[in-house]
């Protein structure tokens, strides 16, 4: 590997520029280890100087598996009649931010199905509920719904939204996403940012019929987004889904996703996900968090109910008890001489202006 070269291109896409797809397309297919190293190391200092030094924790309640979606890697998609679906009642999610509070952390994420009978107003009173009582920072991941919902329960008190567009490349979406929109999804995502939610998205990697073009673009996407949030997960078959005899995504190819869109973005706050520490035996969200990812999202979703919560198999979360895992997650982010931050992570656009 010509490492002057490699040097380069890490500089040009680091640019303020609006960096070329070729430059991406090169990183995002290094395989020499040391060259590999040379960008997760790069990305590392990325993070360091924008975020510095601490994982953020943002506890996470699945309030509902009820979906419309036809997301055809999703366990929870509509069509899987094989898993029993539930919604919690208010007090159960009130319950969770209690507990979330209890531990120190500052922010309850609020994610479900795309319900299409949720009750907006319902779910308006939890939030004002949350921020009465805990003060949390309010994330909802409840999926596309309309200008109206999100501007109900932006003046309730939500802060941020997650809505990960998965590709952005809309033949590719629709192939996965029959009978739903792309262009309704950007939609939701504009909206979201004029409504003032810090919004949040992000892909999955390796997902049928994907290229590293594809995601090169996704990468060039999020930074015309200009994101306060950005995950990159790899994908994992569900067995009761169209795609159960797909392979896995790369890991490999995941961090070098998520380093590429750490030096491209800067400045989003990146969950080392869930998705990432439950492909294999391996805690891979520990490789995350030293190649770009800042932010770890503790489940504290009740025990019965978070079994159901399956959008692909053997998820981390199943087995452990939320606090004794913010323990033993203390231990190895202590490990990898990081500290753990309990401060609110609201999106760095908010606090500093970035040159
Ligand atoms: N593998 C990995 N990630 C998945 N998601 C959904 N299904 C899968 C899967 N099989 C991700 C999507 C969604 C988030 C909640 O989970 O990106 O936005």
Redesign the pocket.
Same mark, same amino acid.
């Given at each position: 590997m010509d490492m002057q070269k490699l040097k380069s291109v890490i500089e040009n896409v680091y640019s303020d520029k609006i960096p070329e797809i070729a430059d991406i397309c090169f990183l995002l297919n290094l395989q020499e280890k040391d060259a590999v190293d040379v960008l997760f190391e790069f990305a590392d200092g990325v993070r360091d100087k924008y975020l510095g030094d601490e994982v953020i924790l943002r506890g996470i309640v699945e309030f509902s598996n009820y979906c419309v979606g036809t997301?055809s @890697?999703? $366990?929870?998609n509509r069509f899987n009649s094989e898993l029993k679906r539930y919604r919690l009642k208010a007090d159960q999610i009130i319950d969770g931010a209690k507990e979330i509070s209890r531990s120190g952390i500052k922010t309850i994420v609020l994610?479900s199905g795309q319900e299409d009978d949720l009750d907006s107003y319902w779910l308006k009173e939890i939030i004002e509920e949350i921020k009465v009582k805990y003060d949390l920072a309010v994330t909802l /991941?409840i999926g596309e719904k309309s200008y109206q919902d999100y501007k109900l329960w932006r003046e309730a008190g939500a802060d941020r939204y997650?809505?990960?567009i998965?590709t952005s490349d809309s033949n590719l979406y629709h192939k996965l996403h029959p009978e739903m929109s792309y262009q309704n999804r950007v939609r939701c995502l504009n909206d979201l940012s004029t409504l003032g939610y810090q919004a949040g998205s $992000?892909? !999955?990697i390796g997902l049928k019929g994907q290229n590293v073009e594809n995601i090169a673009k996704d990468i060039l996407f999020f930074k015309k987004m200009r994101l306060g949030m950005l /995950?990159v #997960?790899?994908? !994992?078959?569900?067995m009761n #889904?169209v795609?159960s005899n797909e392979l896995? $995504?790369d890991v490999m190819q995941t961090l070098k996703t998520l380093a590429v869109a750490r030096i491209v973005t800067k400045t989003p706050h990146m969950p080392a #996900?869930t998705?990432i520490g439950s492909i294999d035996k391996k805690d891979w969200r520990l490789y995350a968090l030293k190649c770009g990812a800042n932010v770890i999202m503790p489940n504290f979703t009740p025990k019965n109910e978070r079994m159901l919560y399956e !959008? @692909?198999p053997n998820k981390i979360c199943f087995k452990e008890n939320p606090t004794k895992a913010i323990d033993s997650l203390f231990q190895k982010i202590k490990n990898i001489s990081r500290n753990i931050n309990f401060s609110r992570g609201d999106a760095v656009y908010l606090s500093k202006q970035i040159s």
């Open positions: 997301c @890697y999703c $366990g929870l994610q /991941s997650l809505l990960k998965e $992000g892909n !999955i /995950s #997960t790899p994908f !994992i078959p569900n #889904t795609l896995p $995504g #996900t998705a !959008i @692909y």
